[in-house]
C-alpha cells in the first residue's frame, strides 16, 4: 500500500465487552501508538462500544495469500471429527 | 452574602468557563487539522457544553428569581458573564487552541479533584463526572503541547508563541474574592492556594518534556470574573445568542 | 496462480459475486471493479466529510443547550463516517491523502446537496430530516454490497444515521407546531432542500453511466430511480403530518401504481451545481482545502515528534 508522507495507518481492534474478543473494526491514521489508542477511542467507541482497544501498524500484519486459501483452509474441512455433531448420542442423554 | 448567593456565582463561574470554552471549540467542528483530531476537539467541545448544562442548572436553581440553564447560557448581558478571559480566547492556530486547553485542563483537574470532597453533594456529583472527560482532556492538550514543542522548528516556534500569548490570562483561574472565602471557609470549594502549586507542576513538568521555555513577560490580566472582558467576548456572544435575541420567547 | 488466466479469475471472481461471497481486500479483483468501488467509496467518504460544513455553519447558533450538544454529536458522527469510508477505500490502495487531495483539486465528486446553503435553523430539521432520511435510502442497501469492507462500514454508519434523521424530524416538527415564524421557517426550508434531496438519488436511470455495471457486480442493489421513488412515498405523509407542504404541484398519489407521482426534476440545476457550479461548491471546498492547509505543520510535527521518540528508543 503507497503511504504519503503524512501519518502511518493503524489497524484497529476492539473488544466490546469483557468476555469477547477483539474484533477488527477499521484502520485510521496516527503519528504514534499513543494517539492511535486515542483516535481509536475517538472514533470506534463514541457510542461507548468498547471497553479496550488495541491498535497495530498497519504494514505489521502478514495476511495468507488468498490464492491459497484451498490448501490453507481446505483440510480443516474434511475432518468433520472436530465438530461435535459428528458424533451420535442416544436420545434421552442431556447436558451433553 | 449568603452560602447560597455565593454558591450560586461559583457555579456560574463553573458553567461559563465549560461554556465559553465549548463555544469555541465548537467553531473548529469541521475544521480540524485531520480528520481524527477533528473529532477529537469536538468530543472535548461536547464534554465542556456537557459540563456547562450541568453547572449552570444547579445555578440557576440558586439564584434570587430562578432560572434554567439556557436562560442563564443565552440570555445574560456580557458584563453578567463570569468566565476566565482565557477560555473566551480566539482559537488562533491549532498550537493556541491546545495551549488554551491545556492551561485550562491543567487548572481543572484539580480543582475538580478537590470538589470530588466538597460538602456539597451536588456539587461533588457534577465534578465527579466532569473529572472523568477532564482526566481525558488534559491528557490529550498535554501530549499535543509536547508533540508540538518538541516537533519541528517551525512547531516549537508557533507553541512558544502561544504561550507567550496566553500564559498571561492563565493567572485569572486562580482569582478569588468573597465568595470563594466564604465557600472555602464552608467546605465547598478548595481555594487557589491548594490548586496553584498543582497546576504550575503540571506546567512546568509539561514545558520541560516540550522543550518549550516559560515567559519571562509576567504580565497578569483579570477582569473577566467580575465581568470585565477582552473585545472578543462581545462576537462570541453575538453569534450564540442569534437566535434567542432574534426570536425571543420561542421554543426550539 | 500464474496458470489462471484473466478470463477463469473473472469467472470465479462473478461466482463469487453471484453466489453473495463477499470479496475481501487481497482477493484477486477485475481492476475496473477496484476503480469503480474506489469511485463511490470515495466519493462517499467525501461526501460525509463536506456535508459537515453546512450543519457545522449552525453549530454554534444552535438555540439552546441540548440543540447545540445533539448538532456537535451529529457533525461529528460524520466525520466519523468518513473515517469509515476513507478507511474501506485505503483496503483497495487508495491512500487517504491523495484521495484527499483529488477532492481539493475538483477532480473527486461529492454529493451535491452539500452545495447548498444553510440559511436558517430551520435548514438543521431540513437536512437531518430529508438529507440524512435520503442517505439512509441510499444507504441500507449498501450494508450488502459485495466488497466486505464497504459493507462492513455501511453497515457501522447505518446504525449512526438512525438518530440524525430523528434528530432532524425534532427539530422541524417543533418548528412546525411553534409560531408563525418558526412554521415559516420550516416550510421555507422544506422548499429549498426538497429538490436537492431528490436530486441526491442522482441522475435518473436512463442517464446514469455507472449504475448497470454497479448492479451486476452488487456494489449498487437498487437504481436511482427505484430509491428517489421511496424517498418520496416515505417522506411525502411525513410533511403532511407536520402540516408542511411539499413544494411540487404535480405530487399525486397513484392509485394504480399505489405510489407517488411527481413532478420533473430540474437536471440543469443538478448538473449545473455537480460540475462546480452550485451556491456554496467553492466555499465548501475552500474550506476543506484551508483545513488540510492549515493544518500540515501540525501533521509534519506530529510526524517529527514521533521519529524522535523511536530513535531513542531504538539508539
Ligand atoms: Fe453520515
Ligand atoms: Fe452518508
Ligand atoms: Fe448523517
Redesign the interface.
Given at each position: 500500500?503507497?503511504?504519503?508522507?503524512?501519518?502511518p495507518?493503524w489497524e484497529v481492534f476492539v473488544r466490546s465487552k469483557q468476555g469477547l474478543n477483539h474484533k477488527h473494526?477499521?484502520?485510521?491514521?496516527?503519528?504514534?501508538a499513543?494517539?492511535a489508542i486515542?483516535?481509536a477511542r475517538?472514533?470506534y467507541t463514541?457510542?461507548a462500544e468498547g471497553i479496550s482497544i488495541w491498535v497495530v501498524p498497519s504494514n505489521n500484519i502478514t495476511?495468507s495469500?488468498?490464492?491459497e486459501e484451498d490448501s490453507l483452509f481446505e483440510p480443516s474441512q474434511t475432518k468433520v471429527y472436530r465438530h461435535p455433531t459428528f458424533y451420535d448420542v442416544p436420545d434421552g442423554i442431556s447436558h451433553m | 452574602m449568603t452560602k447560597q448567593e455565593a454558591l450560586h456565582i461559583y457555579l456560574l463561574r463553573m458553567g461559563d468557563d465549560s461554556l465559553i470554552l465549548g463555544q469555541r471549540l465548537s467553531q473548529l467542528c469541521g475544521h480540524g487539522p485531520i480528520l481524527e483530531e477533528d473529532i477529537a476537539l469536538t468530543n472535548v467541545a461536547l464534554d465542556l457544553i456537557g459540563q456547562a448544562t450541568l453547572f449552570l442548572e444547579y445555578s440557576g436553581e440558586l439564584a434570587e428569581q430562578p432560572k434554567t440553564n439556557d436562560e442563564l447560557a443565552y440570555l445574560r448581558l456580557e458584563k453578567e458573564y463570569v468566565n476566565a478571559i482565557l477560555v473566551e480566547q480566539p482559537n488562533g492556530h491549532f498550537g493556541d487552541t491546545i495551549l488554551r486547553q491545556f492551561l485550562f485542563d491543567a487548572y481543572r483537574k484539580p480543582l475538580l479533584e478537590k470538589l470530588l470532597d466538597s460538602n456539597d453533594e451536588r456539587l461533588a456529583g457534577i465534578a465527579e463526572k466532569s473529572l472523568k472527560e477532564t482526566k481525558y482532556h488534559l491528557r490529550h492538550s498535554s501530549e499535543w503541547v509536547i508533540r508540538l514543542g518538541d516537533g519541528t522548528e517551525e512547531s516549537h516556534e508557533r507553541i512558544q508563541n502561544s504561550l507567550e500569548s496566553l500564559l498571561r490570562y492563565a493567572h485569572e483561574l486562580f482569582f478569588e474574592n468573597e465568595v470563594d472565602k466564604l465557600l472555602i471557609a464552608e467546605g465547598i470549594v478548595p481555594s487557589a492556594e491548594s490548586i496553584f502549586p498543582i497546576w504550575e507542576k503540571t506546567l512546568n513538568d509539561v514545558l520541560k518534556e516540550a522543550t518549550l521555555t516559560l515567559p519571562k513577560n509576567n504580565w497578569k490580566f483579570q477582569g473577566g470574573r467580575e465581568g470585565r472582558h477582552s473585545e472578543h467576548m462581545g462576537y462570541l456572544l453575538a453569534e450564540m445568542q442569534y437566535m434567542q435575541r432574534t426570536y425571543p420567547n420561542m421554543e426550539w | 496462480m500464474k496458470d489462471l488466466n484473466i478470463s477463469k479469475l473473472e469467472a470465479i471472481f462473478q461466482q463469487k459475486i453471484d453466489d453473495d461471497v463477499k470479496i475481501e481486500p487481497n482477493d484477486w479483483m477485475p481492476d475496473a471493479y477496484r476503480k469503480s468501488l474506489i469511485r463511490q467509496i470515495s466519493q462517499h467518504a467525501h461526501s460525509e466529510v463536506v456535508g459537515m460544513l453546512p450543519e457545522g455553519n449552525w453549530i454554534t447558533r444552535a438555540p439552546n443547550l441540548r440543540r447545540k450538544a445533539v448538532l456537535l454529536a451529529k457533525v461529528q458522527d460524520e466525520a466519523g463516517h468518513g473515517l469509515y469510508l476513507y478507511s474501506a477505500a485505503e483496503t483497495l490502495g487508495a491512500d487517504r491523502e491523495k484521495t484527499i487531495d483529488d477532492l481539493h483539486s475538483g477532480k473527486a465528486k461529492y454529493s451535491s446537496i452539500f452545495n447548498y446553503p444553510t440559511l436558517t435553523w430551520a435548514d438543521m430539521g431540513a437536512i437531518g430530516w430529508l438529507v440524512d432520511g435520503a442517505a439512509i435510502m441510499n444507504q441500507v442497501p449498501l450494508c450488502r454490497c459485495s466488497y466486505g469492507p464497504y459493507a462492513r462500514a455501511m453497515i457501522r454508519v447505518c446504525k449512526e444515521e438512525s438518530f440524525h434523521q430523528r434528530q432532524g424530524f425534532e427539530v422541524i416538527n417543533k418548528l412546525a407546531e411553534g409560531t408563525i415564524e418558526q412554521k415559516e421557517m420550516a416550510q421555507d426550508a422544506l422548499n429549498r432542500f426538497w429538490w436537492p434531496a431528490l436530486m441526491m438519488f442522482g441522475p435518473s436511470d436512463d442517464d446514469s453511466s455507472h449504475t448497470e455495471q454497479s448492479m451486476r457486480w452488487k456494489i449498487k442493489r437498487n437504481t436511482n430511480d427505484e430509491l428517489r421513488q421511496m424517498f418520496v412515498d416515505v417522506t411525502v405523509p411525513q410533511a403532511e403530518s407536520i402540516g408542511l407542504k411539499v413544494p411540487d404541484p404535480h405530487l399525486k398519489w397513484n392509485e394504480e401504481k399505489e405510489c407517488y407521482d411527481f413532478g420533473p426534476i430540474d437536471w440543469d440545476e443538478f448538473w449545473q451545481v455537480v460540475g462546480g457550479n452550485g451556491p456554496c461548491n467553492k466555499e465548501r471546498v475552500d474550506a476543506r482545502r484551508k483545513a488540510k492547509e492549515d493544518g500540515k505543520w501540525v501533521v509534519e510535527a506530529a510526524m517529527a515528534f514521533a521519529n524522535k521518540r523511536n530513535a531513542k528508543k531504538t539508539a
Open positions: 500500500m503507497s503511504e504519503s508522507k503524512g501519518w495507518l473494526v477499521g484502520s485510521l491514521r496516527a503519528s504514534d499513543t494517539m486515542k483516535n475517538d472514533v463514541r457510542r495476511a495469500d488468498p490464492s | - | -
